[in-house]
C-alpha cells in the first residue's frame, strides 16, 4: 500500500498531484462556472477542487505556493462562560 492509497473521503473526485495543478484546475472551473473554486489537499494526499472553501485557513495562490494561515486564538477566554 502506497501513502496515496489512503483513504479518500471523496473518491469521485478529480485528483491532482500538486497544488499547481490543483490551482490551475481551479481557476479553470471557475472560468467555467463563473464561480469561484478552491482547491484543498485532501486527507488521501492528493488535491482536490471544491466548490465551497473547505478550509479558509489554506490559500494556494495562482504560482502554487500554499499559505496556510494559523489559527488565530480567542482574543478572550472570557466568552467560553456559559
Ligand atoms: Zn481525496
Given at each position: 500500500m502506497t501513502a496515496t492509497d489512503a483513504a479518500c473521503p471523496t473518491p469521485a473526485k478529480l485528483r491532482y498531484a500538486t497544488p499547481v495543478v490543483a490551482r490551475r484546475a481551479a481557476d479553470n472551473d471557475a472560468a467555467i462556472h463563473g464561480e469561484p473554486r478552491y482547491p484543498y489537499a485532501c486527507p488521501c494526499g492528493w488535491w482536490h477542487v471544491s466548490?465551497?472553501?473547505?478550509?479558509?485557513?489554506l490559500r494556494v495562490a495562482r504560482d502554487g505556493t500554499v499559505y496556510v494561515r494559523k489559527p488565530r486564538k480567542t482574543p478572550t477566554a472570557m466568552e467560553d462562560a456559559s
Amino acid at each position: 500500500m502506497t501513502a496515496t492509497d489512503a483513504a479518500c473521503p471523496t473518491p469521485a473526485k478529480l485528483r491532482y498531484a500538486t497544488p499547481v495543478v490543483a490551482r490551475r484546475a481551479a481557476d479553470n472551473d471557475a472560468a467555467i462556472h463563473g464561480e469561484p473554486r478552491y482547491p484543498y489537499a485532501c486527507p488521501c494526499g492528493w488535491w482536490h477542487v471544491s466548490s465551497k472553501p473547505r478550509d479558509r485557513r489554506l490559500r494556494v495562490a495562482r504560482d502554487g505556493t500554499v499559505y496556510v494561515r494559523k489559527p488565530r486564538k480567542t482574543p478572550t477566554a472570557m466568552e467560553d462562560a456559559s
